[in-house]
């Protein structure tokens, strides 16, 4: 009913409508303790590497025996030191799927509901308690701030609403204004070759001094006004935080070069993980203030490179403890400090999501940034996608533009070739357009036999 109305609204009213829309999200998110956590926050900045460890195993053994207490699931845990997490159980995310009424503390009329998980189809709910969604805001704020973003600054947001009515399109308006907040939500839904123009061009006009969202978004229009000349000003964007999805160096380099900025990194995830932040040096810091990240091989032993396992102190309303997440990391020396001054450890990188890769019976699996790195040495690929209903074939489509030519077409699969070896079917589909998911992400890799590996 409220999107019908919605949709009738004409545009100036539809921009209102979603300031004062915001305007109720914004009480919960940045109402309550928001304030004092920024605060916090800011003056931790520079804590030393012991004074962290020490907040976060304070923090553990506050929420291991508020857990224990409050969830059913977790009242027979033992009240465990920091030092022996591992004696813990692991928690999966198909058995916290089953056991999710246990594990709550809260009900859903007192919490702010999270839905997770879009991609195997079954989504589940996580519930917050405003206290621990205005911690999670303020940290995040807080890492936004370093590079002097604030709410009510002009920005750019990428992210899944669908906001467009049908005169939208016709009139190849492909965003909303929050005119009293300054943000203008751009629709990822519409990032199609004949649409970028508007795209490109409405932001050289808006100027936002930050830019927020799905990088794969941002990566398109980036990659549309290289490929067409046009000139984005310098020194207007003064960051970009991606969110979402894997960034790969690929999206880097176009991005950082067209918008002429940089573009700092954040790992969170729905079901409410602890953050990881990029710094000014480009260093990926994990954040102890927010839960304990460890880093497990297959039998579960710590180890640099592997699945991440979190334990998450901003999630009293649904408490993960142990949470295999379905990411994985590779941790850096733990000698290494960094220049920018914050001394929490270092991550060497986010591989992302577990399940984003191409399987080849013949090399193995093939992560998110080597499926990218095909398009070395290619040109006019504007945008593929790499599907796997079968071990032994992959179907790549592709949107290409006039420079693509057969011999780019050999470069690419060569390419590919070198990754998933000599053996495996690879179908090539030129398409007019890649569609989205329904949360308005775009994937490159769309794995579907995980079930048999
Ligand atoms: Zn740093």
Not at 24 to 44: D, H, I, P, T, V
Not at 333 to 356: F, H, Y
């Amino acid at each position: 009913m409220k999107d019908k109305i919605y949709k009738i609204l004409p545009d100036f009213l539809q921009g209102l409508l979603i300031s004062l829309f915001n305007k109720l999200a914004y009480k919960e998110r940045y109402g309550g303790k928001y304030q004092y956590y920024l605060n916090k926050f800011k003056a931790n900045r520079t804590l030393s590497r012991e004074e962290l460890v020490a907040v976060q195993k304070k923090r553990f053994a506050e929420f291991l025996s508020f857990s224990k207490e409050k969830s059913d699931f977790y009242k027979n845990y033992e009240l465990v030191e920091l030092e022996d997490i591992s004696q813990l159980p692991i928690l999966k995310k198909e058995q916290l799927r089953q056991s999710i009424k246990d594990v709550v503390t809260i009900s859903k009329k007192d919490a702010i509901v999270s839905k997770t998980g879009g991609t195997t189809g079954k989504s589940l709910e996580v519930l917050y308690t405003a206290d621990n969604m205005q911690e999670r805001f303020a940290m995040l704020d807080d890492f936004r701030g370093r590079s002097g973003y604030q709410l009510g600054k002009k920005t750019a947001w990428f992210s899944g609403k669908d906001l467009l009515t049908s005169k939208d399109l016709t009139k190849k308006r492909f965003w909303k204004t929050d005119i009293l907040n300054k943000v203008r939500y751009y629709s990822t839904f519409h990032i199609k070759e004949s649409y970028l123009k508007y795209y490109v061009e409405d932001l050289i006009k808006y100027q936002p001094e930050y830019m927020v969202g799905f990088p794969s978004t941002i990566l398109e229009i980036a990659k549309y006004g290289i490929n067409h000349g046009y000139t984005f000003p310098a020194k207007t964007v003064k960051a970009i935080f991606p969110t979402a999805e894997s960034i790969t160096e690929e999206m880097r380099l176009h991005i950082e070069g067209f918008f002429k900025t940089k573009m700092l990194n954040q790992y969170a995830s729905s079901e409410g993980a602890p953050f990881i932040f990029e710094c000014q040096e480009g260093s990926l810091h994990l954040e102890l203030q927010s839960g304990i990240f460890e880093v497990l091989d297959d039998n579960n032993q710590p180890t640099t490179e592997g699945k991440l396992v979190i334990t998450s102190f901003t999630t009293e309303g649904t408490p993960l403890i142990r949470y295999d997440i379905g990411d994985s990391i590779i941790l850096d020396d733990p000698a290494r400090s960094c220049q920018c001054g914050n001394n929490n450890p270092l991550v060497k990188e986010i591989l992302g999501r577990i399940d984003d890769y191409i399987y080849s019976p013949e090399t193995g699996k093939i992560n998110l940034g080597n499926v990218s790195n095909t398009l070395k040495d290619t040109k006019g690929i504007l945008r593929f996608q790499a599907i796997q209903d079968e071990l032994n074939t992959i179907s790549i489509l592709l949107v290409v533009d006039h420079s693509f030519t057969p011999k780019v077409e050999e470069v690419f699969m060569s390419n590919w070739r070198a990754r998933v070896g000599q053996q495996m079917t690879i179908n090539m589909q030129i398409v007019q357009d890649i569609p989205v998911e329904k949360s308005g992400k775009y994937r490159i890799v769309k794995n579907n036999i995980k079930h048999l590996l």
